[in-house]
């Protein structure tokens, strides 16, 4: 936004700048994102809350096999397999409504669980890499993009924005280095959000938006004075669904253009 000091009046066009008529009220990066699919079905959810968030099995299965994601990414993947059992039977005791809810013993769901691991645990691997260091490859448009994550610095992180009137849960922020394209220099280690969907989706269009909205929520909490204006400055994030056609997550690169 362009400030005019003589006339005390701040100019705000399509390309520069962001007017939050109520900044108190702040809206979920996740019902923003999914405002670009349908924004009936955004309103409807949160003017009718549970409108759009029936239980199902597939729903219970994804958020057991998100919260064992995290689990794992917070043990680098390192932890042995009865070690990951006790950790996803832990998981099971805190949603023992929801299988009710959808009719499913424990048993059954725990060996969903477990069929997961060993992709799960590769993926964790292969982006962490010893020390950060190694460099996986994405699924983005760009030949040769690859990326690496240092540690994982929080998970179900918690930012709010009142500039932005925006305010989004992370599933985790990771310290992350990226490479754009073959014989690209990597970008210095730096904190991004990392969004991991357990469902199948054939148009990522929200998904990516929401990453992008996790990003400008990262760049004005550090202080950044572009995250309104200048989207060169923004960061980046990752993408990643567990449940692919292929036997591993597919993983990508998103950023503003």
Same mark, same amino acid.
């Given at each position: 936004?362009?400030?005019?000091?003589?006339?005390?009046?701040?100019?705000?066009?399509?390309?520069?700048?962001?007017?939050?008529?109520?900044?108190?009220?702040?809206?979920?990066?996740?019902?923003? =994102? &999914? !405002?670009?699919?349908? @924004?009936?079905?955004?309103?409807? %959810? *949160?003017?009718?809350?549970? #409108? +759009?968030?029936?239980?199902?099995?597939?729903?219970?299965?994804?958020?057991?096999?998100?919260?064992?994601?995290?689990?794992?990414?917070?043990?680098?993947?390192?932890?042995?397999?009865?070690?990951?059992?006790?950790?996803?039977?832990?998981?099971?005791?805190?949603?023992?409504?929801?299988?009710?809810?959808?009719?499913?013993?424990?048993?059954?769901?725990?060996?969903?669980?477990?069929?997961?691991?060993?992709?799960?645990?590769?993926?964790?691997?292969?982006?962490?890499?010893?020390? =950060? &260091? !190694?460099?996986?490859? @994405?699924?983005?448009?760009?030949? %040769? *993009?690859?990326?690496?994550? #240092? +540690?994982?610095?929080?998970?179900?992180?918690?930012?709010?924005?009142?500039?932005?009137?925006?305010?989004?849960?992370?599933?985790?922020?990771?310290?992350?280095?990226?490479?754009?394209?073959?014989?690209?220099?990597?970008?210095?280690?730096?904190?991004?959000?990392?969004?991991?969907?357990?469902?199948?989706?054939?148009?990522?269009?929200?998904?990516?938006?929401?990453?992008?909205?996790?990003?400008?929520?990262?760049?004005?909490?550090?202080?950044?004075?572009?995250?309104?204006?200048?989207?060169?400055?923004?960061?980046?994030?990752?993408?990643?669904?567990?449940?692919?056609?292929?036997?591993?997550?597919?993983?990508?690169?998103?950023?503003?253009?």
């Amino acid at each position: 936004a362009d400030w005019d000091a003589t006339t005390g009046r701040v100019r705000i066009t399509s390309g520069s700048g962001l007017f939050v008529l109520h900044p108190g009220l702040l809206v979920s990066a996740t019902v923003t =994102g &999914g !405002s670009f699919g349908c @924004l009936r079905r955004s309103v409807l %959810g *949160e003017t009718i809350q549970g #409108a +759009d968030n029936g239980s199902s099995v597939a729903s219970v299965e994804g958020t057991l096999v998100h919260e064992l994601f995290q689990a794992i990414m917070l043990a680098r993947g390192q932890d042995p397999p009865a070690a990951v059992e006790l950790k996803a039977k832990a998981i099971l005791k805190k949603q023992v409504e929801a299988l009710y809810q959808v009719g499913k013993e424990e048993a059954e769901m725990l060996a969903a669980m477990l069929k997961r691991v060993p992709e799960l645990t590769a993926w964790v691997q292969d982006f962490f890499g010893p020390e =950060g &260091g !190694s460099l996986a490859e @994405l699924g983005g448009a760009a030949p %040769g *993009e690859r990326a690496s994550i #240092a +540690d994982v610095v929080d998970i179900e992180d918690m930012v709010q924005s009142a500039s932005l009137g925006l305010k989004g849960r992370f599933d985790a922020v990771v310290r992350g280095r990226l490479v754009r394209g073959r014989g690209g220099g990597a970008s210095q280690a730096t904190e991004v959000p990392l969004e991991i969907k357990t469902g199948r989706w054939r148009d990522a269009t929200e998904h990516r938006a929401q990453v992008i909205l996790y990003s400008l929520l990262l760049a004005d909490r550090h202080g950044s004075d572009d995250a309104g204006d200048n989207k060169s400055h923004l960061g980046w994030g990752l993408l990643t669904y567990t449940s692919t056609d292929r036997d591993e997550p597919s993983t990508s690169a998103v950023q503003p253009t």
